[in-house]
């Protein structure tokens, strides 16, 4: 049941490393634990009024003596019960081993319920007399069951509750007042390792001795005072998915916030550049007004000339490499080129599609010393990067303070309409 099944009774496997067999001087086989200390090539076993089963296995109620080879007793026990050899500190007719933890635990098989899927079992907890090893058994019944949803409900756990008392009753332990039941949906993590998701209910039971006979009374049980592992599990997990839900909210409000200020940033960032924008418009309006031949100045930079050094032009007929803005007039083309007249002949290699008309043009200068111009001089090539197209001759229609602005800021579609709507934003 939940993949897991009792063992058969055999004590070899995992449990011949929790019980160690040994003979008395009877030859009656015990199951017990020795302590590791004891160098057990010096000692011997012997019992006191223990009875040996048909198995061979000892039985009943007995003591047992650890005695060295010298005759000295290094151990000795109480009164024990044994069942198939294994002694107990109570009682307990259960005999068929069906698991251990390898450590401090003995569970032995009681019943098993096809009808509802349960197996029960009896848990024993190692202790020592005297480096002798028994199984105190408290009692604890343990279920492992598949049947999860039946805890949700009374009637339901107490039909579940009563079959672990008859499971109890089959134990033999007659001497117990009280005993625990546990419910457990997976024998390894929730039996052995008492892992919370695997226990389902928890619940003590007890009786009395009937005044006139002296014997015990039916087991009792109150469902008030159980531990409801299901329920808990339903409500730890409950809180987890709040606390998870809470997270994801809390990280949805700092991932609004931190885009909040993302985008307050951004517009700060913005309006500090509009602002820088409309003093470089206004700085262009004053000009015009002062004269208007400055905005011309600002659309163009052309070679410069030193008569000492040669400038850059000098440089540019020692094959070097200049970068120009200037107002041209494509008249027609040459080769792949379109052919320039105006401010002077030059050729505007690979643009051939351009038509005739005025440009604003930027680009690479280079000097082509093997052709010459209608004056004489080396003809200028110019490998061009951009080519804005005017409406007017002589590219009046550039001579405007917004125009040179849109060129400066390269914003074609700038506004110093739009730039105060951005500052108007960010305050």
């Not at 063992?7 to 019980?19: I, K, M, Q, Y």
Request: hydrophobic share 35%; aromatic share 8%; charged share 25%.
């Amino acid at each position: 049941m939940g993949g897991w099944t009792p063992g058969d009774g055999s004590r070899t496997g995992a449990l011949a490393e929790v019980l160690s067999e040994m003979t008395d001087q009877n030859g009656c086989r015990v199951l017990t634990r020795i302590d590791s200390r004891t160098d057990m090539r010096y000692v011997t076993l012997k019992s006191d009024a223990l009875s040996c089963g048909d198995d061979g296995y000892a039985t009943g109620r007995g003591r047992l003596i650890l005695e060295r080879s010298d005759g000295v007793a290094i151990g000795r026990t109480g009164h024990l019960w044994f069942a198939g050899g294994i002694p107990f500190t109570q009682q307990v007719t259960a005999t068929r081993l069906a698991a251990t933890d390898t450590r401090n635990t003995l569970w032995l098989h009681l019943a098993s319920d096809t009808g509802t899927r349960t197996h029960f079992l009896l848990r024993a907890r190692a202790t020592s007399y005297g480096g002798i090893g028994a199984w105190q058994v408290d009692p604890q019944v343990d279920a492992v069951t598949e049947q999860v949803d039946r805890f949700r409900q009374a009637e339901a756990i107490r039909a579940a509750v009563d079959a672990a008392v008859v499971a109890l009753d089959a134990a033999g332990v007659d001497g117990a007042a009280r005993a625990n039941l546990l419910f457990a949906s997976d024998f390894e993590r929730g039996t052995v390792a008492g892992e919370a998701d695997h226990l389902l209910y928890g619940i003590s039971v007890w009786r009395g001795r009937e005044r006139r006979s002296k014997d015990w009374g039916p087991w009792q049980y109150n469902l008030q005072q159980a531990n409801n592992y299901l329920f808990q599990r339903d409500a730890r997990l409950a809180r987890q998915k709040q606390m998870e839900e809470q997270r994801a909210e809390q990280q949805r409000i700092y991932a609004e916030q931190r885009e909040a200020q993302r985008l307050r940033m951004a517009q700060v960032q913005l309006a500090n550049e509009q602002r820088r924008n409309l003093q470089t418009y206004q700085q262009l309006v004053d000009e015009a007004a002062r004269d208007p031949q400055r905005l011309r100045q600002r659309l163009e930079s052309d070679i410069g000339y030193a008569p000492l050094s040669g400038g850059a032009y000098g440089r540019l007929m020692s094959g070097g490499k200049h970068t120009i803005t200037r107002i041209v007039r494509v008249d027609g083309s040459e080769g792949d080129a379109a052919a320039v007249d105006w401010p002077y002949a030059m050729h505007l290699t690979g643009r051939r599609d351009l038509a005739s008309g005025w440009y604003r043009i930027e680009g690479e200068v280079t000097l082509d010393t093997a052709r010459r111009d209608d004056e004489g001089l080396p003809l200028t090539l110019v490998a061009v990067q951009s080519a804005l197209p005017c409406k007017n001759e002589g590219c009046t229609d550039l001579f405007d303070p917004l125009a040179v602005a849109r060129m400066t800021l390269g914003q074609p579609d700038w506004t110093p309409e739009a730039a105060q709507a951005d500052l108007q934003r960010a305050q």
